[in-house]
């Protein structure tokens, strides 16, 4: 497969539409269609479907499509890296990670580097556990931000100078936001939200004392955001970190701790054996030094 096809494959996809497609590309239709029936004979699958007004993917183009994308994208920052002028200190440095404060110390460092390098750029990738180890391992992210425990064996790692707090998003007229601490009896039966990270799902099976999946799940989500919109209306109750959603003043919604407690170390992790950019070198060692005067 070239990258090329790659790419016109991923254009028409997107536009589900051959005549568009080739409009965006600057090809003509005919030499498109030659090029994506070649890709299918290749790769001996049939990608799309193909009706009168539009296309649509197959299941075996759906699986390329997101194939496809990682690996135009990985070719991408490749070739960004090379073309770094060696003058300067520059490029792109790639950072994945979920809802949590630890970010402002990720942020801080960033703020720091640009002050000494301002041709650096920072792009960022919001996702649980399970999304930023996969893209780490891919090549699609320089680092990430993860709660702990770690694998050790693929990754090298800092611990963060943070600490999150697990609990409960609830409405404030909940039965259950009178209480101070939330404990594992009060959510038996009530219709629960959670993250869908693996490493969460351990936890919380440790914390109720019981396999997560024999609780009353109705939801699962990725990042916060859209499960605190179900939360409001009434849906159920979400565990989820502290701090991450606006609970004062007019909100609806008011967070509880759990009890026993249960905390969440964040680690900043990258593939063993990395090579770095230099901008993403730098950033490790503006990151290192924060560290070293934080904990001083």
């Known amino acids: 497969m070239e990258i090329r096809v790659l790419r016109y494959f991923i254009a028409v996809a997107n536009e589900e539409n051959i005549s568009a497609a080739s409009?965006?590309?600057?090809?003509?239709?005919?030499?498109?269609?030659r090029q994506l029936k070649d890709l299918e004979m290749e790769l001996g699958a049939t990608l799309f479907e193909r009706g009168n007004r539009k296309i649509t993917l197959?299941?075996?183009?759906?699986?390329?499509?997101?194939k496809a994308k990682e690996i135009v994208e990985l070719v991408d920052k490749t070739e960004a890296s090379f073309k770094e002028p060696k003058e300067l200190i520059s490029g792109e440095i790639h950072i994945g990670g979920g809802e949590t404060e630890a970010m402002n110390f990720i942020a801080k460092a960033s703020k720091e580097l640009l002050e000494n390098y301002p041709s650096i750029r920072f792009d960022l990738y919001s996702g649980n556990a399970d999304d930023i180890?996969?893209?780490l391992d891919s090549g699609l992210l320089d680092f990430g931000i993860v709660i702990e425990p770690t694998d050790k064996q693929k990754y090298d790692y800092i611990k963060l100078p943070a600490t999150d707090v697990w609990g409960v998003l609830m409405r404030k007229d909940s039965p259950l936001a009178y209480k101070q601490f939330i404990q594992p009896?009060?959510?038996?039966?009530?219709?629960l939200l959670i993250s869908r990270q693996t490493a969460v799902s351990n936890e919380f099976t440790g914390w109720f004392g019981a396999n997560i999946e024999d609780l009353n799940i109705v939801a699962t989500y990725n990042?916060?955001?859209?499960?605190?919109?179900?939360?409001?209306?009434?849906?159920?109750y979400a565990l989820c970190?502290?701090?991450?959603?606006?609970?004062?003043?007019?909100s609806k919604l008011?967070?509880?701790p759990l009890n026993p407690k249960l905390e969440a170390n964040l680690n900043i992790i990258w593939k063993k054996h990395q090579v770095f950019s230099n901008?993403?070198?730098k950033f490790l060692a503006q990151l290192r030094n924060n560290i070293k005067i934080y904990n001083s």
């Open 23 to 33: 409009k965006q590309l600057h090809l003509s239709q005919p030499t498109l269609s």
């Open 58 to 66: 197959t299941d075996e183009g759906k699986y390329l499509f997101k």
């Open 133 to 135: 180890t996969s893209r």
């Open 185 to 191: 009896i009060d959510l038996i039966n009530k219709p």
């Open 223 to 236: 990042l916060l955001y859209n499960a605190a919109r179900m939360v409001e209306e009434n849906i159920g």
């Open 241 to 250: 970190l502290d701090k991450l959603i606006n609970t004062s003043g007019d």
């Open 254 to 256: 008011c967070f509880k």
């Open 279 to 281: 901008a993403a070198n």
